[in-house]
């Protein structure tokens, strides 16, 4: 049996001329029901209490609610067996999802338990009847003020058109949204990383002409380093570009998509509405395409919410609160965490930067932007350096010892010097022995002339090299057979010894008689 919608105005209508002194038929051909419909009406209406004597103003609201209670049929199905069994194993049920135990499982529990219920009707019971799968209500979050905050979110969008080879590649975007006008920004880039969030900032602050008081980001490890509701700790890349830009950065809670509402779910509509179906050959054209779409197409199309459009929203009220713009592009640097090796160089980059011995197999922090890289060991600078290219190696002369340096460098000037701190015929020598083509190959034999040195002395090698020199003889196996054959020379004489006197020389008159008894004795014969 089919019933007929009953609405309210049209049972007030009906209730309303009855209490005029219209009769009933008319009222019937007035509103176009039947007459025994509209005496159905007025027998339910005496029935909640109306009586035609109180006149037009008596069918209140109470009444017509009565009415339409009494007049609506009753709704819905009998219940199946299955639903009667749920309500047999309520306990059963509601236990096992208190504990966290999947609605499936819970099925199969029942079955093998002898108890045959459908998942249709175990889930419609726990639904209704155990608050299954119902979410907590929610309040929408106030709207901020004008320019004060825009929202951050990236995830896959695209793909470009295959290259030569036939391979394709697969993009994603950086997707700002103002979060008053609801105006976006859409920046593709290949990976998610800190330079192209950093860089998806720069093109954002100046599609929007300005800058935004506050960026909401989920914790994305382009940007956030450590996630924590109350304190999260920011990427040192970004941190140092929102101190510099001038912009706070508050990040959301883990797995919270309600913290960052107007954006979280911009992605699929980016990827269906923006880059969906689009022969896009590079990242250069698919920007390109982005910025069009969101000026000429989503920023013309009146916002669900607000009413109005966003690009004009965003122009009328947010462009002139925004900070400026910034005037030049910001040097983004590369945070990294080197060790020094063993040959005292750390790279950074692809490219090698010397540091004091002192810091031999330790891990320092490095930052590198356009110009300088600096090291620093905890919080304390130790190094600088000017930024070279991949493969290229900066050397400061301070951190090596100088002979080992020397050799390194093939520092020929500094051989020929210390070889002249010797004498001068042996500094002679030595540069003799470094002139001509491919001078480095020959530093070897200035080491050996400097080893003669140090077994002959200054002298005797500096004799030998002003002999050599006269006669234009640069062989250093040669001048060390004319320091082995030439005559040493004559040995110092001995310096004669001289005895001291005794320490603890005893008196005469402890070795000797008297005088007075070698008289006696010469007196007396018998003596």
Same mark, same amino acid.
């Given at each position: ?345 750390a790279q950074v980059q692809k490219a090698l930067y010397s540091l004091p011995r002192a810091f031999l197999g330790k891990k320092l922090r490095a930052r590198a932007d356009r110009t300088t890289v600096r090291f ?10 000017p930024r070279l290219p991949p493969g290229q190696r900066s050397t400061d002369r301070n951190d090596f010892p100088q002979d080992k340096l020397a050799y390194a460098l093939r520092d020929l000037d500094f051989l ?59 062989? +250093?196996?040669? $001048?060390?057979?004319? #320091?082995?054959? %030439? *005559?040493?020379?004559?040995? =110092? /004489?001995?310096?004669?010894? +001289?005895?001291? $006197?005794?320490?603890? #020389?005893?008196? %005469? *008159?402890?070795?000797?008689? =008297? /005088? ?12």
């Amino acid at each position: 049996m089919a019933y007929r919608e009953v609405r309210m105005f049209e049972v007030k209508e009906v209730l309303r001329l009855w209490m005029s002194g219209v009769p009933k038929r008319q009222i019937a051909v007035q509103l176009g029901l039947d007459v025994k419909t509209v005496r159905r009406y007025l027998h339910l209406a005496r029935q909640c209490g109306l009586e035609r004597e109180r006149g037009p103003g008596g069918a209140n609201e109470e009444i017509v609610v009565a009415v339409l209670a009494r007049l609506q049929p009753p709704t819905g199905r009998p219940r199946s067996q299955g639903w009667a069994l749920c309500e047999q194993h309520r306990d059963f049920v509601r236990k096992h999802l208190d504990d966290g135990v999947r609605l499936t499982k819970i099925r199969k529990l029942l079955r093998r338990n002898g108890v045959p219920i459908s998942y249709s009707t175990l889930y419609r019971f726990a639904v209704a009847e155990l608050g299954f799968s119902q979410g907590q209500p929610t309040l929408p979050v106030a709207d901020c003020g004008p320019g004060e905050e825009v929202q951050l979110d990236t995830g896959w969008v695209g793909w470009l058109e295959p290259d030569l080879f036939g391979k394709r590649r697969r993009f994603r975007a950086w997707i700002f949204t103002a979060v008053l006008s609801r105006h976006r920004f859409v920046y593709p880039v290949f990976p998610e990383t800190t330079e192209t969030a950093i860089e998806a900032c720069e093109a954002a602050w100046q599609f929007y002409g300005g800058i935004f008081k506050a960026i909401i980001v989920d914790n994305t490890k382009a940007i956030v380093d450590r996630a924590d509701p109350l304190g999260a700790k920011l990427i040192e890349g970004f941190l140092e570009y929102a101190q510099t830009r001038g912009f706070a950065v508050d990040t959301t809670r883990v797995r919270a998509p309600r913290d960052k509402a107007r954006v979280e779910r911009a992605v699929p509509t980016v990827r269906d509405d923006c880059f969906a179906g689009e022969r896009l050959l590079d990242l250069d054209q698919a920007r390109q395409h982005a910025r069009r779409w969101c000026l000429e197409e989503y920023g013309m199309r009146r916002h669900s919410r607000t009413l109005r459009l966003p690009g004009e929203h965003f122009e009328a009220e947010e462009r002139a609160t925004l900070s400026p713009s910034p005037a030049e592009p910001y040097d983004i640097p590369h945070w990294s965490d080197p060790i020094v090796a063993r040959d005292q160089y750390a790279q950074v980059q692809k490219a090698l930067y010397s540091l004091p011995r002192a810091f031999l197999g330790k891990k320092l922090r490095a930052r590198a932007d356009r110009t300088t890289v600096r090291f620093y060991d905890r919080f304390v600078l130790v190094k600088t350096h000017p930024r070279l290219p991949p493969g290229q190696r900066s050397t400061d002369r301070n951190d090596f010892p100088q002979d080992k340096l020397a050799y390194a460098l093939r520092d020929l000037d500094f051989l020929a010097k210390k070889a002249e701190g010797h004498g001068e015929a042996v500094g002679r020598f030595a540069r003799a022995l470094l002139q001509g083509e491919l001078p480095w190959t020959r530093m070897r034999r200035v080491y050996a002339l400097l080893g003669l040195v140090r077994r002959y002395g200054d002298e005797r090698v500096n004799a030998a090299c002003q002999t050599a020199l006269t006669v234009d003889m640069l062989d +250093v196996r040669r $001048l060390t057979k004319m #320091l082995e054959m %030439a *005559s040493p020379p004559p040995a =110092p /004489l001995p310096s004669p010894k +001289v005895v001291p $006197l005794a320490r603890y #020389l005893r008196p %005469a *008159s402890q070795f000797a008689l =008297p /005088l007075a008894n070698q008289q006696l004795r010469k007196g007396d014969p018998h003596e």
